[in-house]
């Protein structure tokens, strides 16, 4: 989560497996080690390439003991190990103890104690001591008053050029009795400073033109289930009605196919429910499977012993006879039936929404991308007053082999529900996670994600009224997910580099918006490239690049006379933006009602403000600023008097 939020991306590989090739410093900053040293089958090999890697100037990062994988390997095995902490100015002493009357801490940082406070008394003394003490920041060190070397301080969390070292009984606390875990370092910081990201841009998918992206996306579970609410009826009729058509929002709704096709478990009022849900304007299409397998590979034993033993399911949530699992009917298939016999002829299916565990493989991911398909769901992020840790965020997405799953905004309602236990009213504090994964960092979009089934219930039915209402008082791009999934997966293709003064972004496709943490340097706009605009905002300075270009450049500077027109923000897309003396044009898109705010201008003019045939008149502001507002997908023409 952090290392996105940085605009970085992790590729893990498992120590046991033989070492990669050397890595290329201009595709890779740093290689994090959290390994388990008895699983190393060549701890020789493995500090080899840690020692060229760094050669190369790419960063190490230890979140484990570095002479952990010493232990009965090779005395060469060693050497490298200090030849490795040599770069860090220290030396490893041998010297370890758990005995706490013994302990005390040293330096305790500013980033410590991020989201608990350290134990009272340290958990550990490993002798990681400094030999050149200007080639490491420590961060935490702990005194060991029984030293042989009198009153020895360790290192046990630090930063440097090299990288950094966190011994893992001071990066986060496990509770014993839920095994929820919360930070003692700050692993934004943490990852700044050990990689030396400072001044460093981070492309960013949770943002469209200054403005935070929301969407919604509804699985298909309880489709037509019985609803209390309205009891003639079933909970997606009860959906549509009471929710879809009521709301000015974009939301892709999903069908199992074997639940509505009347070949199968389903029947013509299902099917006559589903082309209604999705001939609305504010709904899109997707699948949720052909069956609902709850898990995705089905020699996965682990998970048929988690779902058959423990929970008393089979792999499918409708199951279907003589079926054996097919990930192309799963994905594929399903998606293009939906297209066939539920779907409006301009909005074919072209989204997979994961079922169940949302753990598709390697061999399923295949066909999902052979056929053009987006894809979405897992994460589960929870980040509130009950689940009050950072550890709850997910990353925006994970690598299943070379594909990209992406994940969620936020979880659902049956993780805020006790698995549709009760309290049944609880998704409506997902709102509380929305607000906390949006400030102080921009960290996820808002994603409204839940079930039909929850129009089961008059209180779970509010739940999701309710969080639609905190999102309509939101400032936000509203986009439909198969926009949003686009910018992970070009989030995961750009690549950033800096050419003198300028910052580089390249390969960034549908992913505009680029962060700065540093605000007191801004674009110099007359030296920029593919740049629309820029805002400043309390989650820092986001800069918005022209859409369809193949490469950005960012030049920026700490008073730059940009008395330019420019786009501060907007809650869609801007295409064709133009200016001269007096005149500004531009192409806007979105949904429903936006609004879209230009910079750069003369201060208290008059402007005639043309939109799809319309005309009317503002002024600028004091600061040379222009909201236009309600706009709607069209032209735009701004001619200052």
């Known amino acids: 989560m952090a290392a996105n939020y940085h605009g970085l991306l992790s590729e893990y590989r498992a120590v046991e497996q033989p070492v990669p090739e050397p890595l290329d410093p201009r595709e890779w900053r740093a290689i994090v080690c959290a390994y388990a040293a008895p699983n190393m089958e060549d701890p020789q090999a493995y500090m080899d390439w840690l020692l060229a890697s760094m050669n190369r100037d790419i960063r190490v990062i230890f979140l484990t003991p570095p002479h952990a994988v010493s232990a009965g390997a090779p005395p060469a095995v060693r050497t490298r190990v200090d030849m490795i902490l040599e770069r860090f100015g220290l030396a490893y002493t041998q010297e370890q103890t758990t005995a ?26 490993d002798g990681y001591v400094p030999t050149k003490p ?16 009198g009153n020895a301080e360790g290192i046990a969390v630090a930063v440097s050029p090299a990288g950094g070292l966190a011994l893992p009984e001071y990066v986060y606390w496990i509770d014993p009795a839920d095994y929820r875990h919360k930070w003692y370092l700050d692993p934004f910081a943490f990852l700044s400073a050990s990689l030396g990201l400072e001044g460093m841009p981070a492309l960013t998918p949770t943002t469209l033109n200054g403005k935070r992206i929301a969407m919604s996306h ?18 997606a009729t009860v959906m549509m009605e009471e929710v879809l058509k009521k709301i000015d929002f974009p939301v892709t709704a999903s069908v199992i196919q074997a639940e509505v096709d009347p070949e199968l478990s389903g029947n013509v009022r299902l099917m006559e429910t589903a082309r209604a849900i999705f001939a609305l304007p504010n709904v899109e299409p997707a699948s949720h499977s052909f069956t609902h397998p709850f898990y995705w590979d089905a020699n996965d034993k682990q998970k048929i012993a988690l779902f058959r033993d423990k929970l008393g399911l089979e792999q499918y949530g409708i199951p279907v006879a003589g079926y054996s699992f097919d990930p192309k009917r799963e994905t594929v298939d399903s998606c293009q039936w939906i297209t066939d016999h539920l779907t409006p002829a301009d909005k074919p299916c072209r989204m997979m929404l994961w079922s169940g565990s949302c753990d598709p493989k390697p061999f399923v991911m295949k066909h999902v991308y052979d056929a053009g398909l987006l894809n979405i769901n897992g994460g589960d992020t929870i980040y509130d007053q009950h689940n009050d840790s950072l550890t709850g965020v997910s990353p925006l997405f994970k690598f299943v082999g070379p594909y990209v799953q992406v994940f969620t905004g936020q979880a659902n309602e049956n993780i805020l529900t ?77 690549t950033v580099e800096r050419d003198g003064a300028a910052d580089v972004i390249s390969g960034y496709g549908t992913c505009l918006s680029v962060r700065y943490e540093d605000t007191s340097t801004l674009p110099d706009l007359a030296r920029c490239t593919n740049v629309l605009g820029y805002e400043v905002q309390p989650q820092g300075l986001f800069v918005h690049l022209k859409r369809g270009a193949g490469q950005a450049r960012i030049v920026r500077a700490a008073s730059p006379d940009n008395r ?22 531009l192409r806007y898109e979105g949904f429903g009602n936006g609004t879209v705010t230009l910079a750069g201008l003369p201060a208290g003019r008059a402007a005639i403000v043309s939109h799809n045939g319309t005309a009317r008149s503002l002024i600028t502001s004091l600061t040379g600023t222009l909201t236009i507002g309600p706009v709607r997908s069209g032209t735009l023409g701004i001619h200052l008097k």
């Open 218 to 235: 509804i699985d298909a579970d309880g489709f037509s289930g019985f609803t209390n609410v309205d009891k003639k009826s079933n909970c």
């Open 134 to 149: 200007q080639r490491h920041t420590p961060w935490l060190t702990v005194r060991n008053t029984s030293s042989p070397s």
């Open 418 to 494: 006790n698995l549709w236990t009760g309290p049944y009213h609880a998704y409506r504090y997902i709102t509380r996670t929305m607000e906390r994964t949006g400030s102080p960092r921009r960290l996820m979009p808002i994603d409204a994600y839940y079930h039909f089934y929850s129009a089961e219930y008059d209180a779970s039915l509010q739940a999701v009224k309710d969080v639609y209402a905190w999102i309509a008082t939101q400032d936000v791009a509203k986009v439909f997910t198969s926009a949003y999934i686009p910018m992970v997966m070009d989030f995961t293709q750009a």
């Open 100 to 125: 706490g009357n013994l302990l005390a801490y040293g330096t305790t940082g500013p980033h410590m104690q991020y989201e608990r406070p350290l134990p009272a008394v340290p958990p550990l003394f």
């Open 564 to 585: 330019q027109p420019y786009l501060q923000s907007a809650t869609g897309w801007v295409d064709d933006f133009s200016h001269s003396a007096d005149t500004i044009r």
